[in-house]
């Protein structure tokens, strides 16, 4: 079953970002934010606030540029979380979080559980306190993590 997100196939919409990226030479957010867009239009999203939240494009954003999509031709980058959070933002480093407690067995059934996992986790790296609801990060590297799009870094 292809995961969603806001009513568009997910690993789709980050793919299909990626290589739109890929192929114009581009790595810088700004960027990432227009084709982000652009391929959210193009597979019927039409919410226009729907399609420039912030929180799933900068998670989608932060797994292509660590290189950990499959496909990419990024290269794989091993940054801790706070280098992540540091670097790409809380976003990316929820992004990072749950993909690492997915592959570790996580479950991710409620999205809530998980999400409390990984608010947990980011406490514990970072010392911060994570936000208090999932906004979409950790719903996005689930749909990927799901349909094999992600590689261990």
């Known amino acids: 079953m292809t995961a969603t997100l806001y009513k568009v196939p997910v690993s789709a919409w980050?793919?299909?970002?990626?290589?739109?990226?890929?192929a114009a030479?581009?790595?810088?957010?700004?960027?990432?934010?227009r084709y982000w867009v652009e391929f959210y239009r193009a597979l019927g999203g039409t919410s226009s606030s729907t399609g420039t939240k912030?929180?799933?494009?900068?998670?989608?954003?932060?797994l292509w540029y660590l290189g950990w999509l499959k496909g990419s031709k990024r290269p794989i980058l091993s940054w801790s979380i706070n280098e992540i959070r540091d670097k790409l933002g809380k976003n990316a480093a929820y992004a990072a979080i749950a993909f690492r407690l997915l592959r570790q067995g996580a479950r991710p059934k409620p999205v809530d559980q998980l999400w409390k996992s990984v608010r947990r986790?980011?406490?514990r790296e970072t010392g911060e306190t994570a936000a208090s609801t999932e906004q979409g990060a950790v719903k996005l590297a689930m749909g990927l993590f799901f349909e094999g799009k992600l590689v261990a870094a």
């Open 14 to 22: 980050v793919s299909g970002t990626a290589a739109k990226m890929e």
């Open 54 to 62: 912030g929180c799933p494009r900068c998670a989608a954003y932060a």
């Open 25 to 33: 030479g581009m790595e810088d957010r700004k960027t990432w934010s």
């Open 121 to 123: 986790e980011f406490n």
